[in-house]
């Protein structure tokens, strides 16, 4: 079973930085493509930034682009969304998420990859 235990998250003041970690098992890191998602409250779970199995590369959805960054380390089978310049839209419940093959509850498509494995989500909240 997959499992994907996030870190990070919290309270800041717009235009502060948060970190967020996701960790999982080597295997799921290394075949997968990983992704952050948000979910605002009354609002449906949106995409945020993905990181591609095959080359590395990432995509980020127009609000984010130029201010958040997602990476990823190997030796630590961890992706991260480092966040700057957080406003108050951003916050939201985070979660990290890992592709799947088949179709699973709760499964969404985003940056043309279906993902279907979630952390248990963290918190951002950003004042004004």
């Known amino acids: 079973q997959v499992q994907l235990v996030e870190s990070g998250g919290g309270s800041v003041q717009t235009g502060g930085s948060l970190r967020l970690g996701c960790v999982t098992d080597?295997?799921?890191?290394?075949?997968?493509?990983m992704a952050w998602f948000r979910q605002a409250p009354g609002r449906e779970r949106e995409g945020v930034a993905v990181?591609?199995?095959?080359?590395?590369?990432?995509r980020y959805i127009d609000d984010v682009r130029g201010r958040f960054t997602i990476s990823r380390d190997s030796a630590k089978s961890t992706v991260y969304l480092q966040m700057n310049n957080l406003r108050p839209v951003d916050t939201a419940m985070y979660y990290c998420?890992?592709?799947?093959?088949?179709?699973?509850?709760?499964?969404?498509?985003?940056?043309?990859?279906?993902?279907?494995?979630w952390g248990q989500g963290t918190q951002v909240t950003v004042s004004s």
């Open positions: 998420a890992a592709g799947a093959r088949a179709e699973r509850p709760g499964g969404r498509l985003f940056g043309g990859r279906y993902f279907g494995y």
């Open positions: 080597s295997f799921t890191f290394s075949t997968s493509s």
């Open positions: 990181i591609y199995e095959n080359d590395r590369s990432t």
